[in-house]
Structure formats: C-alpha cells, structure tokens
C-alpha cells in the first residue's frame, strides 16, 4: 500500500446484517419497555369521570335505542299522529286518528275527534280553514251544530266565489297542552287560517292542577318532555305499563279510598 494513504478495513457483509438486526432488536426492547411503563401508569381523575360520565350517560342512551328498535319491529304501539293516511276515491288524504287521544288519557277514557278527512295537497283556489279546540268548539253534545260547520256556512254565503275547506279538529277534554301537538301537524298541510276556540279545560284538561285524567305537572318543560316520550314506542310501554298499576292500586281499594 502506498505511503500516505491510510488503510480501510472491510467488514464482510454477514457481519454488518447481524450488527443491523441486533439494533432493530434493542430498538423493539425499548419501545415495548416504553409502552409497558406507559401501561402500568394509573389512571387519572379525570379520565375516570370521563369513563364513568359515558357509562352513566352513554349506556342508558344506547339501552333505550335498542328497545325502541325492538319495540318498532315488534309492532307495539300505535301511531302518535294527529292526523293519518287515508285513501278517498283512489286519492290520497289525511283522516282523524281514533288513537291520538291515547296519548294524553288511558284507551278507556280517550276522547276521538269528529271524523274528517282532507286531501293531502291543498286543492287549487281553496282556503283551507282549520278549527281547533275542545267540546264547545266540537258542538257537543250535537256535532251536527260544531262551530266548523257554522263557519263554513257563514263564509260560504259571504263569499260565494270562494271554495272554502274548514276541517273541524277538535276534541272533549282537551286544552292548549293537547291543541299545541294538533295545529303542529296540520300546519304541514298548507293552512290559510287557524280558528282556536279554547279555554274551558285549562284547570281539568291534560296536565292541568285539577285534573284527575293525567299526573299534574307544574314544570312547562317536564309536560312538553313527557308529550314528547308518547310520540315513541318506549314512551308507550312505559304510559301502558304506568296505566296498568294505577288501575291495580285503584281497584285494590274501597269506595272510601281504604284498601279492601
């Protein structure tokens, strides 16, 4: 070897593989001493409120939605609606349901509407009238003499040249708590005009102070969260199931409320 020139040395190749693969091995020893140390730290406070606040939270949600699956497959309940599909000389309309009253009292004491029905989709040049309250507006104890009748007759004679459709959507024992859940759904039907006849039962209807029909709640918004559950099948077991032990207290005692 010329002077001047220092010597290389070269490694063979399967030395430099084995120096390679024994620093990938020290390389994986401390990353799973790493991730075991991690492991083996404890969990904090917060973490387990943030585990708790899911199962506390998270759980019954889940719960709930399952047995409302189960509940809507299984075909349990009825539907909420004030108002359901129809089928009138081929075309398709809307009909008073017998079943909304369930909502607010037990199937025995639920009051219906007069029936009606109405198309669907508005019908061209039409004002589409709806009346809303409780018996005085349904004509009670003769429907024949409901307040819907002698509005249309009234604009009818006044305005000749216009087609005028009023649906009477009222119903015995009701107040606002009740008509709020009806003009809701028939405000998807292209109403012109909305006469509220009402004020009678604001003490004895659903939800008031005096009632005897439904649990009386001060709170606005518990009585608007409890409407809400008995548009749900879960919310309709549960009133079911409610009605039933009412109805096993109430028979387990005397005339004089003394138990048998």
Not at 45 to 69: D, H, K, N, Y
Not at 145 to 166: A, I, N, S, T, Y
Not at 194 to 210: C, S
Request: net charge positive; proline share 6%; charged share 20%.
């Amino acid at each position: 070897m010329r002077a001047g020139r220092k010597a290389i040395s070269v490694q063979p190749s399967s030395h430099r593989s084995k120096q390679f693969k024994r620093h990938n091995l020290s390389e994986k020893t401390k990353t799973k001493e790493q991730g075991q140390k991690l492991d083996r730290q404890p969990l904090t406070s917060r973490r387990v409120w943030l585990f708790r606040g899911v199962a506390i939270f998270i759980g019954p949600i889940l719960f709930l939605c399952l047995m409302e699956l189960v509940l809507w497959i299984a075909g349990y309940g009825f539907d909420p609606h004030p108002t359901i599909k129809c089928r009138v000389a081929g075309q398709s309309y809307r009909g008073d349901n017998v079943k909304f009253g369930w909502r607010f009292f037990t199937p025995i004491l639920a009051r219906e509407f007069e029936p009606f029905a109405f198309p669907a989709r508005k019908p061209a040049e039409t004002c589409r009238i709806f009346v809303l309250g409780a018996s005085a507006a349904q004509g009670i104890p003769n429907h024949s003499f409901c307040l819907g009748r002698f509005l249309q007759v009234m604009l009818q004679k006044q305005f000749p040249d216009v087609h005028f459709e009023v649906i009477t959507a009222t119903m015995a024992a009701i107040n606002s708590h009740v008509v709020v859940e009806i003009a809701k759904d028939c405000a998807r039907y292209e109403p012109d005009l909305f006469v509220v006849y009402l004020g009678n039962n604001e003490v004895i209807g659903p939800f008031g102070p005096g009632t005897v029909l439904t649990p009386f709640l001060s709170n606005l918004h518990i009585i608007r969260l409890s409407i809400a559950l008995g548009t749900t099948k879960t919310g309709q077991l549960l009133s079911n199931l409610f009605g039933r032990y009412r109805s096993r207290q109430g028979d387990s005692k005397g005339p004089a409320g003394t138990r048998r």
